[in-house]
């Protein structure tokens, strides 16, 4: 699957078929795609199908649906009915990486069930670090104990005392420290699935992406990435994250905001005046007029989008 390294920017859309595209997703993927295409660069599609309770192919079939309608396309990737470029056929080649990181001694098993459930998604809500554990010093009796008490363990990576710092490409300089105990993470969950730090550092390494362009909830998860990517010896890409779309007071956006699935947007417009209004809230252009997204490409800036989450009314 390794990708022939080349200087030309290859971004990606990576959705999770755990629902159908809103408009948020939207927004990100259109600010994906202009910073691809802007750049002359290639983009890729990867299927985030990590966990197999959360993921449903009809919903992978529409969000593929979704943003051709949008006037969004991929050079290379998934497409309905392949298995390439989807995280849930790679498990091989995660266990290679885990294994490298094991190699290093740096994973421990973890037997609390803490932040099991999610770890295969993206961290999107309130990223919380947990205070640590103190599974790492378990001796091999203690390990044992709790195997026979019929507990699975997860596996964490046990990180070193870094400090990060990076400019991203929207958001400018960033400085993140991680620290042993505290920001130790899952990377395989104890049912045997991935995690979503894991998977996603090594898929975009492999893939060779080196633009991430993704919502500002995923900014967070940006240092433990670089961490994986240089501890597989891969080379870190280029991270920029899109403003959050909310509702008025700064809520998240509910279903009491209208419909903002592309089901319901799909029945209200076309995809240029969808595009139109898009570009607007985006401050890519002065008018929700109808455009196509082509027509945004020649004078895309992120200077013109705001660091600021955009609010959403009703009347979108
Ligand atoms: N699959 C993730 C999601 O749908 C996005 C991951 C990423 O862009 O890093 O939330």
């Known amino acids: 699957?390794?990708?022939?390294?080349?200087?030309?920017?290859?971004?990606?859309?990576?959705?999770?078929?755990?629902?159908?595209?809103?408009?948020?997703?939207?927004?990100?993927?259109?600010?994906?795609?202009?910073?691809?295409?802007?750049?002359?660069?290639?983009?890729?599609?990867?299927?985030?199908?990590?966990?197999?309770?959360?993921?449903?192919?009809?919903?992978?079939?529409?969000?593929?649906?979704?943003?051709?309608?949008?006037?969004?396309?991929?050079?290379?990737?998934?497409?309905?009915?392949?298995?390439?470029?989807?995280?849930?056929?790679?498990?091989?080649?995660?266990?290679?990486?885990?294994?490298?990181?094991?190699?290093?001694?740096?994973?421990?098993?973890?037997?609390?069930?803490?932040?099991?459930?999610?770890?295969?998604?993206?961290?999107?809500?309130?990223?919380?670090?947990?205070?640590?554990c103190g599974c790492r010093d378990l001796t091999e009796a203690q390990k044992s104990e709790k195997r026979s008490m019929g507990r699975r363990a997860s596996l964490k990576l046990h990180v070193p005392e870094r400090t990060f710092i990076w400019t991203d490409g929207h958001y400018g300089k960033q400085v993140d420290t991680l620290s042993p105990g505290g920001d130790d993470f899952i990377i395989r969950r104890s049912d045997g699935v991935f995690a979503y730090q894991l998977a996603v550092s090594a898929d975009d390494m492999d893939m060779g992406v080196n633009r991430v362009v993704r919502a500002r909830d995923l900014l967070g998860s940006t240092a433990r990435q670089m961490l994986l990517i240089e501890l597989f010896g891969g080379e870190v890409p280029a991270y920029c994250h899109a403003p959050l779309l909310v509702a008025p007071e700064g809520r998240k956006l509910s279903k009491r905001d209208g419909d903002l699935s592309t089901e319901g947007l799909r029945e209200r417009y076309t995809p240029q005046q969808l595009t139109g209004k898009l570009a607007k809230l985006a401050g890519l252009r002065e008018t929700d007029a109808p455009v196509h997204a082509w027509e945004l490409v020649s004078d895309f800036s992120w200077d013109k989008v705001p660091t600021e989450p955009i609010v959403i009314d009703d009347n979108i």
Do not use: I
């Open 1 to 132: 699957m390794t990708m022939t390294k080349s200087d030309r920017v290859c971004g990606r859309f990576a959705p999770s078929p755990s629902g159908r595209l809103h408009l948020g997703n939207l927004m990100s993927s259109l600010l994906a795609w202009l910073d691809v295409r802007s750049q002359d660069g290639v983009m890729l599609f990867r299927l985030e199908d990590l966990d197999p309770e959360r993921s449903w192919e009809h919903y992978a079939d529409q969000m593929a649906d979704d943003l051709r309608w949008l006037g969004l396309d991929w050079d290379v990737g998934w497409e309905p009915g392949s298995q390439d470029y989807r995280q849930g056929t790679r498990g091989d080649f995660y266990a290679e990486k885990l294994k490298q990181l094991q190699d290093m001694g740096l994973v421990y098993e973890c037997f609390c069930s803490r932040s099991e459930r999610l770890a295969a998604s993206a961290p999107h809500p309130g990223e919380q670090r947990d205070a640590g």
